[in-house]
């Protein structure tokens, strides 16, 4: 069993960036994030520090909008419009979930697509679909370089997602198919889940329940890629995989935490990066 080390390769992706980021800045475009939060969700606030932090590390300017659990749509939609015209800002993030009274769908189109760094633009999902260059969500997109930077076989493999979430199940089913993998979505409405499993080359449990992934589901040499983070009642993070009953069997797996975890902020701030050398090209 190979241990994949999240921690590992989102320190080799941030130097990469913090590289790209200093050469943008010597040619007069210095990437720029900006991440807006409404409400007092705490894991949400722990999300929007530590990706200030990971900005200020990589040399990623990053403004911060903290808004109160009640603000108006209208309100939020406005900042969105000023961010889009602001030819500095290269990333807008609206950090999930948003209140109930705000239309999570409306707000996520009104960012630009070519500023949308996580991906969840109708317009950068469609291209994703296609197969075209776009903004990829950053988790899937964090998965893939993983599996690329321990040499993992995709093309022609099995490869089964449990999930189908905007955020990560059916970007994570695009991007294995576009790298030629067999592709299954499994979700609550599947029958025979663990006949499917059992079947995989390649698992990604996408789904929040604690340890559903069990050593049963999966055939011996498996590749498991665990993205669920789930907080036990005793404070402790586990993943949707049983990772102790089930490492054994497993070729590759992925640990919580210290998986793929680290890979999302890597993967948004790399995406700042992209657009930022966009704006350089269109700039010349």
Do not use: W
């Not at 209208?74 to 800002?89: A, G």
């Not at 290269?90 to 070519?114: A, F, N, R, S, W």
């Not at 299954?184 to 604690?210: C, F, Q, R, Y």
């Not at 789930?230 to 049983?242: E, T």
């Amino acid at each position: 069993m190979m241990l994949i080390d999240g921690k590992l390769i989102s320190a080799k992706v941030k130097d990469e960036v913090k590289i790209k980021a200093l050469n943008l800045a010597k040619q007069g475009v210095v990437p720029c994030l900006a991440v807006i939060l409404v409400g007092e969700d705490k894991a949400s606030q722990t999300y929007v520090a530590s990706k200030e932090k990971a900005c200020k590390a990589c040399e990623i300017e990053s403004l911060a909008y903290k808004l109160s659990s009640d603000t108006k749509e209208e309100k939020l939609l406005s900042i969105i419009d000023e961010l889009n015209k602001d030819e500095n800002v290269d990333g807008i993030l609206v950090q999930l979930p948003l209140p109930k009274h705000i239309d999570t769908d409306k707000i996520l189109e009104k960012i630009d697509p070519k500023k949308d760094v996580d991906g969840f633009h109708a317009i950068n999902a469609g291209k994703l679909v296609s197969g075209l260059d776009g903004f990829v969500p950053c988790t899937p997109l964090g998965v893939m370089r993983l599996l690329k930077e321990y040499d993992i076989e995709t093309s022609g493999k099995n490869a089964v997602i449990i999930g189908r979430s905007n955020i990560v199940g059916k970007p994570m089913a695009n991007l294995l198919l576009n790298a030629n993998a067999t592709v299954t979505i499994t979700h609550s409405k599947t029958k025979n889940l663990k006949e499917i499993t059992k079947n995989a080359d390649i698992i990604v449990a996408a789904i929040g329940k604690p340890h559903f992934l069990t050593a049963d589901m999966v055939s011996e040499g498996a590749i498991v890629i665990d993205v669920g983070i789930n907080r036990l009642d005793n404070g402790k993070l586990v993943g949707d995989v049983d990772f102790e009953n089930l490492k054994d069997k497993c070729s590759y797996i992925t640990p919580v935490p210290g998986g793929v975890g680290p890979m999302t902020i890597a993967m948004l701030l790399n995406n700042t990066i992209i657009s930022a050398t966009n704006r350089l090209k269109r700039q010349k």
